[in-house]
């Protein structure tokens, strides 16, 4: 029996490796799957997101666009490409990314969410804290969820409110506490925070748990960047992905 190699048949065998950590095998069966079909939209979509988890954000850029040719108006493509934008510094592209993203998907809160950090990140410090309050404003007739708690509690703590970030972060990591994103978020509150110990706990979880760490280059993360302890924790991470 032959079984025909197709882009979903490669597809699923990539995604099968990626999940079980074999990124190397998932990287070829990709390959595979762009050399027969170099346009296919899934294979790119999930090209892009591997080199977005590793920090190859140039790479990543470059197949997040192109799957946007194919489907322009993909939020999900939109705003992973508004996040390769941001990790660059790019972000009057990142701006005109996500505004468009957030026409195709208003009601998404994490494209809200992206914009807020990317005028943050750009310095519009009033304009990024109208748009935290609008997060909390629309979180407010939400159904619980751990998206919800994560949202909020990094909305609050950028407008200073680091009790109401806690709560919520305390609601996330209650409901779905080894969640990337809800890591992510423990480690971004407890440093805006000036918890220290708990932001390094959680920073050294991310990453084991596979976030690059170039998702600490932001300036959020720059109170850390002389602790040692944060020093040892990233150069460890970079030493695991060069071997």
């Keep these: 029996i032959r079984i025909r190699r197709s ?11 990626w999940f079980s950590g074999n990124t190397p095998s998932a990287k070829i069966q990709l390959d595979q799957a762009l050399t027969l079909f170099p346009t296919s939209y899934k294979t790119l979509t999930s090209y892009g ?6 920090g190859n954000i140039e790479k990543a850029s470059e197949l997040f666009e192109k799957s946007i040719i194919k489907k322009p108006n993909d939020a999900l493509n939109l705003s992973n490409l508004g996040l390769c934008y941001m990790l660059g510094k790019k972000y009057k592209k990142a701006e005109k990314i996500f505004s468009q993203a957030k026409k195709v998907a208003p009601k998404n809160i994490g494209l809200h969410l992206n914009e807020a950090d ?5 310095g519009n410090i009033d304009l990024s804290k109208e748009n935290y309050q609008k997060i909390i404003d629309l979180m407010e007739s939400e159904v619980d969820s751990p998206e919800k708690f ?5 909305a609050y703590v950028h407008l200073g409110l680091i009790p109401e970030s806690l709560n919520a972060l305390e609601r996330a990591e209650g ?10 978020t423990a480690a971004l509150v407890h440093t805006l925070s000036g918890n220290h110990a708990s932001a390094l706990f959680n920073i050294e979880k991310t990453l084991n748990n596979g976030l690059n760490s170039i998702f600490f280059n932001f300036s959020w993360f720059d109170v850390l960047c002389e602790n040692k302890e944060f020093i040892k924790i990233i150069n460890k991470d970079k030493e695991h992905l060069t071997r």
């Design 7 to 17: 882009s979903n048949t490669l597809l699923n065998l990539a995604n099968a490796f």
């Design 49 to 54: 997101i591997i080199y977005l988890a590793e």
């Design 118 to 122: 990317n005028q943050n990140l750009k």
């Design 150 to 154: 994560r949202a909020l509690s990094q």
């Design 175 to 184: 409901s779905d506490p080894q969640n990337i994103q809800t890591l992510y």
